[in-house]
């Protein structure tokens, strides 16, 4: 991005999309390559400063999807299309794409835990020719908390879905009542050979899912998951994002489960 990777740097905001009540997607221009799943910190001087996924990119801007919990998030809330944000980055691994190719995938997400994998739902909804089967199971509180309508209708076409949603008592359209892990027995992975399962979001659902599936023989490597850890420095020198000796800024966020699972305990 510049020659000191620790200097935010100015950028401009393109396009607010609102997604839902304290969910905007922010896409910003940025020249510059970035991997599916790495990380950003975002800023505003005098204000704060946090790590965000990338959420979408494409020539000339990337996109970060971001939930209004703080205060560097409600900063970023009060800007408009044309403001300044400042960033650092890209940081942080990516998911293991090359890996993903011609296997069946599956991803598991819940709430904004789809973000730091929409770019990689994407790419193989853009190429068909690398991927086989794709299962996506998106879990969202409500149908006022949904994100990325448009991608979802695009992924409907190219994966087999299902959208939980945990806090509706009755069924709507496209989506379905209950939590995700609901609806984990739906992917036979009894059946498949080769294979990945990526799981994000919140903690608690990241665990449940995890062992859910090594629960059916599951072998743990074929198991991805990405942590969000406190940041401060996001490389690898103020130790804030360190879980058991693990630096999570350097050496995550996406890790392998049996790695993960160590720094869980
Ligand atoms: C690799 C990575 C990727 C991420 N990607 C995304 C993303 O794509 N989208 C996204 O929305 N978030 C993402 N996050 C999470 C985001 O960085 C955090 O939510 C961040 O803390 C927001 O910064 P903030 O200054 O707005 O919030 P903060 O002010 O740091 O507050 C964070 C939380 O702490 C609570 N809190 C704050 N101060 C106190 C206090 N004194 N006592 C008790 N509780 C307090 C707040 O209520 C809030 O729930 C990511 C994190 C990581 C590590
Ligand atoms: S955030 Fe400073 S070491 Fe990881």
Redesign the pocket.
């Known amino acids: 991005m510049n020659g000191n990777i620790m200097e935010p740097v100015p950028c401009r905001v393109d396009r607010i999309i609102r997604e839902t009540e304290a969910?905007f997607t922010f896409r910003i221009l940025y020249q510059g390559e970035t991997g599916h799943g790495q990380?950003f910190q975002l800023s505003i001087p005098k204000v704060?400063?946090?790590?965000?996924?990338i959420?979408g990119k494409g020539p000339g801007y990337v996109e970060?999807?971001?939930?209004?919990?703080?205060?560097?998030?409600?900063?970023v809330f009060g800007l408009t299309e044309g403001s300044q944000l400042y960033m650092r980055g890209p940081y942080?691994n990516s998911w293991p794409v090359d890996q993903f190719e011609h296997q069946d995938l599956i991803v598991v997400t819940s709430g904004?835990g789809m973000?730091?994998v929409r770019t990689l739902l994407k790419h193989f909804a853009d190429h068909p020719e690398i991927r086989k089967e794709v299962y996506l199971v998106g879990g969202f509180k409500d149908r006022n908390s949904t994100l990325f309508d448009e991608d979802r209708s695009l992924f409907d076409q190219c994966f087999h879905t299902v959208y939980p949603l945990s806090r509706e008592k009755e069924k709507l359209p496209g989506y379905e009542c209950g939590r995700v892990t609901l609806f984990l027995d739906q992917i036979p992975v009894e059946t498949m050979t080769e294979y990945h399962i990526v799981i994000t979001g919140a903690p608690a659902v990241i665990e449940t899912t995890a062992k859910h599936f090594t629960g059916r023989g599951v072998p743990p490597e074929r198991i991805w998951v990405?942590?969000?850890?406190?940041?401060s420095c996001a490389v690898g020198k103020c130790g804030h994002?360190k879980m058991n000796g693990t630096y999570?800024?350097l050496e995550?966020?996406v890790f392998n489960y049996p790695v993960a699972r160590e720094l869980f305990d």
């Not at 970060?64 to 900063?75: C, N, Q, S």
């Open positions: 969910e990380f704060g400063e946090a790590p965000i996924s959420s970060f999807t971001i939930r209004k919990v703080g205060r560097l998030t409600e900063g942080g904004t973000a730091p990405s942590l969000e850890r406190k940041m994002c999570v800024c995550g966020p």
